[in-house]
């Protein structure tokens, strides 16, 4: 047997509350907290969790909560100590704005999760493309270079070197991992665009899968009714269709 301590915890002041929304459209409330220190660890901001928790909590600014750390590392709510008297107001993200298919564009209300769609798709379970993160992307749409999901395809090394913290040789190693990101696998390409969780290849094309049906789909081991909708959903989407059509046209295999 082995005695372990309990979590540190602290009260701290709630100062605001920021929403993100990821590449699914999940909106995750993030409370920004008058820092606190936490064994080691200089604790600024929490998350809540859940959009329906923080509703549920009703923590708006000048609110005391308790954080703790899960796993000795990772800051985590755990209760609100009281609430302020006089309550902020706060207008959070419509939750039916959002959902895996929307925000293919840089387009107002869409930027957290248009950026989070890069991120996942240049990342490592999408194109792993060399030297490419949310900052990189973010300091692209900023120069007015991305307004869709594949337009840093067709970027050239002078148009990247142009963008403020991009030099000539940074700019010459992007475009050529942009460039190399054309010869991924299809499969690859399918978890990049953000198909749902492993869909089964055994159709080697586009063409072959977005054809596909409910039941052509529950035929597969593995695909129950609710995975073949989200796969009917994804392959018939317009949004979507648009990304299969670039790809063809940039000879990108399977597509």
Same mark, same amino acid.
């Given at each position: 047997?082995?005695?372990?301590?309990?979590?540190?915890?602290?009260?701290?002041?709630?100062?605001?509350?920021?929403?993100?929304?990821?590449?699914?459209?999940?909106?995750?409330?993030?409370?920004?907290?008058?820092?606190?220190?936490?064994?080691?660890?200089?604790?600024?901001?929490?998350?809540?969790?859940?959009?329906?928790?923080?509703?549920?909590?009703?923590?708006?600014?000048?609110?005391?909560?308790?954080?703790?750390?899960?796993?000795?590392?990772?800051?985590?709510?755990?209760?609100?100590?009281?609430?302020?008297?006089?309550?902020?107001?706060?207008?959070?993200?419509?939750?039916?704005?959002?959902?895996?298919?929307?925000?293919?564009?840089?387009?107002?209300?869409?930027?957290?999760?248009?950026?989070?769609?890069?991120?996942?798709?240049?990342?490592?379970?999408?194109?792993?493309?060399?030297? &490419?993160?949310?900052?990189?992307?973010?300091?692209?749409?900023?120069?007015?270079?991305?307004?869709?999901?594949?337009?840093?395809?067709?970027?050239?090394?002078?148009?990247?070197?142009?963008?403020?913290?991009?030099?000539?040789?940074?700019?010459?190693?992007?475009?050529?991992?942009?460039?190399?990101?054309?010869?991924?696998?299809?499969?690859?390409?399918?978890?990049?665009?953000?198909?749902?969780?492993?869909?089964?290849?055994?159709?080697?094309?586009?063409?072959?899968?977005?054809?596909?049906?409910?039941?052509?789909?529950?035929?597969?081991?593995?695909?129950?009714?609710?995975?073949?909708?989200?796969?009917?959903?994804?392959?018939?989407?317009?949004?979507?269709? &648009?990304?299969?059509?670039?790809?063809?046209?940039?000879? &990108?295999?399977?597509?």
């Amino acid at each position: 047997m082995a005695w372990k301590y309990p979590a540190a915890s602290a009260l701290a002041e709630v100062r605001d509350v920021e929403f993100t929304i990821g590449r699914t459209g999940r909106i995750t409330p993030v409370l920004q907290l008058a820092p606190v220190q936490l064994d080691d660890h200089r604790v600024r901001r929490v998350s809540v969790g859940s959009l329906q928790r923080w509703q549920k909590l009703d923590i708006r600014p000048g609110d005391q909560v308790e954080v703790a750390l899960a796993g000795l590392t990772i800051p985590r709510l755990q209760s609100v100590a009281w609430h302020a008297r006089q309550r902020a107001a706060i207008t959070a993200p419509d939750p039916a704005a959002y959902d895996t298919l929307t925000c293919w564009r840089a387009i107002p209300g869409c930027e957290q999760q248009f950026r989070a769609r890069l991120v996942w798709l240049g990342g490592k379970q999408g194109l792993q493309l060399d030297g &490419v993160g949310a900052d990189t992307w973010q300091a692209l749409i900023d120069a007015g270079l991305i307004h869709r999901l594949l337009d840093w395809m067709s970027l050239t090394p002078a148009q990247l070197a142009s963008v403020d913290g991009i030099g000539a040789s940074r700019a010459a190693a992007l475009a050529g991992s942009f460039t190399a990101a054309r010869g991924r696998a299809f499969s690859r390409w399918l978890r990049a665009l953000g198909a749902p969780a492993s869909p089964p290849t055994d159709a080697s094309s586009w063409a072959a899968l977005s054809a596909r049906g409910a039941s052509d789909w529950r035929a597969l081991d593995g695909v129950g009714a609710g995975r073949a909708r989200q796969l009917v959903a994804f392959f018939g989407s317009a949004e979507v269709r &648009v990304q299969a059509a670039r790809l063809h046209a940039a000879g &990108v295999q399977g597509f």
